[in-house]
């Protein structure tokens, strides 16, 4: 598994490989559950859910 990357300009998101292989993207932050965010960043359907 690959270990996550932090994006820039995004706070609390980060990305990494699931065991597919496939880039996910997750938004947690301290004392919330992790949401997993659909799109790439960048795209509007990334933007809305973030």
Known sequence: MGRGLK???FCYV???SDRHGKVRY???R???K???LHG???SPEFA???
């Open 30 to 32: 301290t004392g919330q």
């Open 34 to 36: 992790a949401i997993y």
């Open 40 to 42: 790439t960043p960048g």
């Open 7 to 9: 994006l820039i300009g």
């Open 48 to 50: 809305l859910e973030y």
């Open 26 to 28: 997750r938004y947690r």
């Open 14 to 16: 980060s990305s990494f």
